[in-house]
Nanobody
Framework: QLQLVESGGGLVQPGGSLRLSCAVS????????IGWFRQAPGKEREGISCINSSDGSATVVGSVKGRFTISRDKGKNVIYLQMNNVKPEDTAVYYCATDPDYYCSDDGPDATDFTSWGIGTQVTVSS
């Protein structure tokens, strides 16, 4: 069993930065990659980034490409999502997720491939 806990969310002004963390615990030997997702009110959950634990290869997709980066601290089993130049449309609940069979590819994460999810952290971008 894997447990994922997101943290670092909050209120940030447009153009500002925020760093989210995803701490993985439990059977940490069983996961190979982590995906970051977000869900805004009334919208579907959107995959935005993923990273492979073994070599750190990563993908960022969609409207956050060029503004968000993903990284990991392999020793601590923590995955980070650095959010720069945030915009009001980045307002959402952000989730991290994993699955024993998932590996991050250039296509980015698809929510249907994941079985273990954190409870999310709220990010609000507003002046």
């Amino acid at each position: 069993q894997l447990q994922l806990v997101e943290s670092g969310g909050g209120l940030v002004q447009p153009g500002g930065s925020l760093r989210l963390s995803c701490a993985v615990s439990g059977s940490t030997w069983s996961f190979h990659a982590i995906g970051w997702f977000r869900q805004a009110p009334g919208k579907e959950r959107e995959g935005i980034s993923c990273i492979n634990s073994s070599d750190g290869s990563a993908t960022v997709v969609g409207s956050v490409k060029g503004r968000f980066t993903i990284s990991r601290d392999k020793g601590k089993n923590v995955i980070y999502l650095q959010m720069n130049n945030v915009k009001p449309e980045d307002t959402a609940v952000y989730y991290c997720a994993t699955d024993p069979d998932y590996y991050c590819s250039d296509d980015g994460p698809d929510a249907t491939d994941f079985t273990s999810w954190g409870i999310g952290t709220q990010v609000t971008v507003s002046s």
